[in-house]
Each structure stands twice: as structure tokens, then as C-alpha cells.
């Protein structure tokens, strides 16, 4: 399977605890980027690695969020001292960017978080 | 925050008829897209339309733009019981950087 891969798929913890999720872009792609989806609403951007460099951060990245792609290839979000208010999917997407075309992003299965 | 929303919230059909979904957005775009979503596959891009177009065909998918309406519709025709999932409609403002913003979507259900 060639797609963008999530690890865990699911993962409880009690608040307080911190959380670390992974992502394995498509292997070309260039470009990572970070969702986050609750229940009932569309995802909401986080992130944006361009390689490895964090080109963008949203606002909802508290200081709690931090997110790396060390190597301009795979990726982690970590989620320190976690509220119950982070329980949401999390969302990976990759697409390979080109800077004067659309870039068709590729999305993984998520990480489904519960914070109890 | 969202950029918009989707109408209906949820539509129920039968098999073979035709489902219309909408989408309106608020700020300027370079284009938008709609998703897919359920539970077995994730989000899966369906079609993408440039602002300076007004409608595109993909199989038996047609979107529509109306930039001075800022609204998006989406026709699937034919439906099929495996059609049942939330559709999003999704915009982009640059071409490059493609932060996507996503609406609440559509929930359809299509009967046998």
C-alpha cells in the first residue's frame, strides 16, 4: 500500500497525558500537512511542512501542539498535558508541490484520540 | 474556522435518483474541491474545479461555481448505495500552498 499512513489509528489516554501520533507521507511527496476533524464538522488546517520545514502553523496549534518532520519525510504531532478538548480525528495529508500548480493532497485514515 | 457551509446537512435517497448538494464560502478563491468521506476509506478527493471555470463532469459527479454567488454545487447522479458518505466541499486560495478550508458537510444516505 502506497498511501499516507497514520499511526496509532485510535488512542485513549486520560487528561494531562501527553500523545504522540505518526505519519508516513506518500514516499515523493514533499509537501505534509496536519488536520484536525471533529465530530460533525469539516477538518480545520493545523500544519504545513514544506520538506522540513514548518511553513505554517494555525492558530489552533496551542503551545501544547508541536509537530516535526526531522527529515522532510515522515512526521509526528505531539499533544502535551491533553485536554478533554483535544478528542478529535487528526489528519494527515501529502500531496508533492509544485509552487504554479495544484497539488491533488492525499489524505490518511487519521488518529482517532479520546482524551477521558 | 470553516469557510463555509454545506446545504443540506443530510439528504436520504433512494437508490437511482439524483442527489444536489451546495456549498457556499466566504473569501476569494484559486479553487475548490469535494471530498469524500466514510468510515472505511477516510477523505478521498472527488473533483476539482479552478475559479474560472464554471462546471466540470467526472463520471457521474458535475460540480458548478458561481464565484459572484460565491456557491458550489455538487450533482451525483445515478446513486448508488456505496455513494453513502459525507461530502465536503473544500477551497483553496493560492495555487502553490494548497491550505485546504473545509465546510461542515453533507451526510447522504442512499437506500436500496
Known amino acids: 500500500d502506497t498511501g499516507v499512513s497514520q499511526n496509532p489509528r485510535h488512542k485513549i489516554t486520560k487528561r494531562g497525558q501527553n500523545v504522540t501520533f505518526r505519519c508516513d507521507p506518500i514516499s515523493e511527496h514533499n509537501r505534509l500537512y496536519w488536520y484536525r476533524q471533529t465530530l460533525g464538522q469539516g477538518p480545520e488546517f493545523l500544519t504545513y511542512?514544506?520538506?522540513?520545514?514548518?511553513?505554517?502553523k494555525s492558530r489552533l496549534l496551542s503551545d501544547r501542539f508541536s509537530a516535526e518532520r526531522p527529515k522532510g519525510s515522515f512526521s509526528t504531532l505531539e499533544i502535551q498535558r491533553t485536554e478533554q478538548g483535544d478528542s478529535a480525528m487528526y489528519l494527515c495529508?501529502?500531496?508533492?508541490?509544485?509552487?504554479?500548480?495544484?497539488?491533488?493532497?492525499?489524505f490518511g485514515p487519521g488518529t482517532r484520540l479520546t482524551v477521558l | 474556522s470553516q469557510q463555509g457551509e454545506e446545504d443540506p446537512q443530510a439528504l436520504s435517497i433512494q437508490e437511482g435518483e439524483n442527489a444536489t448538494m451546495n456549498c457556499s464560502y466566504k473569501t476569494s478563491i484559486n479553487n475548490l474541491q469535494w471530498y469524500r468521506q466514510n468510515s472505511g476509506r477516510g477523505l478521498v478527493h472527488l473533483i476539482l474545479i479552478r475559479s474560472n471555470e464554471r462546471e466540470k463532469h467526472s463520471g457521474r459527479l458535475r460540480v458548478t461555481l458561481d464565484t459572484s454567488k460565491k456557491s458550489s454545487s455538487l450533482l451525483i447522479t445515478a446513486s448508488r448505495a456505496a455513494d453513502t458518505a459525507s461530502y465536503f466541499c473544500a477551497t483553496a486560495v493560492n495555487t502553490g500552498f494548497q491550505k485546504l478550508v473545509f465546510g461542515t458537510g453533507t451526510r447522504l444516505l442512499v437506500s436500496p
Open positions: 495529508a501529502s500531496s508533492f508541490g509544485r509552487p504554479d500548480s495544484y497539488n491533488e493532497q492525499f
Open positions: 511542512f514544506q520538506n522540513e520545514a514548518q511553513l505554517e
